[in-house]
């Protein structure tokens, strides 16, 4: 006795299946070795258009985080705490990482795979990506700043300052 549940492929009958319009949608035109010449040449600019926006994308990317990280610098609190100072020391950190890893970042939108590390490829996206991780590191320092660990105020440098010579005075 055969079991209900196996299916012979082999026993099946394909000639009634042959038969069948195709779905809609399904275009059985091949390629043709006759294509023309403009279509390598669209194609290749699209490419180069698509990875021009992708870097685009890339090199704005930390202006697009800013706003959370303000969110959490906000919720974090005003004090001296240590969660506080992992967003912070997080913040301050992350630019210079990006930053010493701006041209591996951008590699993979290089139009020429030999010009990677050249500063000349991409110039506008990567000074965006500069500007971008800029303004981040300068939200971590006003951070630093309201939460009173940047030195701003005269107070703060009394230890540098000297005193003067007391003027004396002789009530005799």
């Known amino acids: 006795m055969a079991n209900c549940f196996n299916l012979e492929y082999a026993s099946l009958d394909h000639s009634k299946w042959r038969n069948l319009p195709p779905p809609p949608g399904f275009s059985s035109f091949a390629p043709s070795s006759k294509a023309p010449a403009k279509a390598p040449t669209a194609a290749t600019s699209s490419y180069a258009s698509l990875k021009d926006k992708r870097a685009w994308d890339l090199a704005i990317s930390p202006a697009k985080s800013l706003p959370m ?92 300052e000297s005193r003067a010579m007391a003027p004396e005075l002789s009530l005799l």
């Open 69 to 160: 990280q303000a969110f959490m610098l906000y919720m974090s609190g005003g004090g001296v705490q240590i969660f506080s100072l992992g967003i912070v020391f997080m913040l301050l950190l992350s630019p210079f990482k990006n930053i010493a890893g701006m041209n591996a970042a951008f590699a993979p939108f290089a139009p020429t795979p030999a010009s990677i590390k050249s500063l000349k490829v991409l110039p506008l996206q990567k000074i965006a990506y500069i500007a971008c991780n800029l303004l981040t590191l300068a939200v971590g320092l006003w951070k630093c700043r309201s939460m009173g660990l940047l030195p701003t105020g005269t107070g703060d440098w009394l230890a540098f």
